[in-house]
């Protein structure tokens, strides 16, 4: 089982690019979560999505946006990236209960230079 | 309030010492605890949850003590080993509308000494 799959592992961008990170989970997942990591900082909610053409927001969506197309993919847009959104970015989807574990992807690592 | 707040940041002990996390929350409506593990270059990963319901599950050498009027929760390793070596997040997930959203602590750095 693949589980939670990201893509690309590593990306510097320069100020002002743009750049989307890809998210598939082929476990059937209704909702699936974006979050963005920060040194000391936890774990903090960008995007979340409860199934196929529904997406919300979470505590920190400025400067990032998402689309729900499939079942499957859960792509994060950035738009003129900026330095504060230097992080790691991590994938996550539940099963349709939505309480069971969250399983994550492995995350993306990104630097805005 | 839907923070989560985990203490200590960071946590040093001896091989086959006690490692205890602790967490608060404020907000009742939470109705699930899990634990994650994340180790270095990777995804978070389950460890351990549990539901208010109860007030300790044990597995294995991990437990979580749950105390529903004091709003917190521990997660306690026995006979810490090099390889609990990790960040640990306590969480707490609440039922809004319909959807279920995860509340993640700020993580603490555990490092067990050989």
């Known amino acids: 089982n693949a589980g939670v799959t990201q893509t690309p592992k590593f990306r510097i961008l320069k100020i002002g690019q743009s750049m989307t990170l890809q998210c598939t989970q082929d476990m059937n997942h209704n909702y699936m979560y974006w979050y963005r990591q920060d040194p000391g900082m936890g774990l903090k909610l960008i995007y979340y999505s409860v199934g196929a053409g529904i997406t919300d927001k979470g505590e920190v969506p400025n400067g990032y946006n998402v689309s729900r197309s499939t079942t499957e993919d859960f792509p994060l847009r950035l738009e003129l990236a900026a330095p504060s959104q230097t992080s790691v970015y991590f994938c996550?989807?539940?099963?349709?209960?939505?309480?069971?574990?969250?399983?994550f992807g492995q995350g993306t690592r990104l630097t805005v230079v | 309030q839907q923070q989560v707040k985990q203490s200590p940041q960071s946590l040093i002990v001896q091989k086959g010492g006690i490692s205890i996390i602790n967490c608060a929350y404020e907000?009742?409506?939470?109705?699930?605890f899990p634990w994650y593990q994340q180790f270095p270059g990777k995804g978070p990963a389950l460890l351990i949850a549990?539901?208010?319901?109860?007030s300790e599950k044990k597995e294995g050498r991990f437990t979580i003590s749950f105390n529903k009027s004091a709003k917190q929760f521990s997660l306690h390793i026995m006979d810490s080993q090099p390889g609990d070596s990790a960040t640990y997040f306590c969480?707490?997930?609440?039922?809004?509308?319909?959807?279920?959203?995860?509340?993640f602590g700020t993580g603490t750095r555990l490092k067990v000494l050989a």
């Open positions: 969480a707490a997930v609440i039922s809004t509308s319909g959807t279920y959203k995860y509340i």
């Open positions: 996550a989807s539940t099963s349709p209960q939505g309480w069971t574990e969250a399983f």
């Open positions: 907000n009742t409506a939470f109705d699930y």
């Open positions: 549990i539901r208010p319901d109860v």
